[in-house]
Nanobody, 124 residues
Framework: QVQLVESGGGLVQAGASLRLSCVVS????????MAWFRQAPGKEREFVAA????????YYVDSVKGRFTISRDNAKDTVHLQMNSLKPEDTALYYC?????????????????WGQGTQVTVSS
């Protein structure tokens, strides 16, 4: 059974930074493709960033490129999302997701395991 637990969300002002973390329990975390998604009130869940199992390849939605960085520590079964220069439009519930089949993906249907989410609120 794969379980994901996010942390690190909070209320910050525009321009501030936050670092989200996701601890994953599972037999072979080092082989998982990991991603972050977010969902704002009244909107669909959207892809934010993904990382290959080795950490050698990452992919971002255009709106966060240059501001957010996804990384992973396979020794600690953890994936992070460093968010800098936060904007009010980044306000959302942020979810960590795991994919156990090879290949980066950007759709919610491609990920079989999800955390409960951590709230990020950015005030103007």
């Amino acid at each position: 059974q794969v379980q994901l637990v996010e942390s690190g969300g909070g209320l910050v002002q525009a321009g501030a930074s936050l670092r989200l973390s996701c601890v994953v329990s599972g037999p072979t975390f080092a082989t998982y493709y990991m991603a972050w998604f977010r969902q704002a009130p009244g909107k669909e869940r959207e892809f934010v960033a993904a990382i290959k199992w080795s950490g050698a390849y990452t992919y971002y939605v255009d709106s966060v490129k240059g501001r957010f960085t996804i990384s992973r520590d396979n020794a600690k079964d953890t994936v992070h999302l460093q968010m800098n220069s936060l904007k009010p439009e980044d306000t959302a519930l942020y979810y960590c997701a795991a994919r156990t089949v090879p290949g980066l993906a950007t759709t919610t249907e491609s990920y079989g395991y999800w955390g409960q989410g951590t709230q990020v609120t950015v005030s103007s």
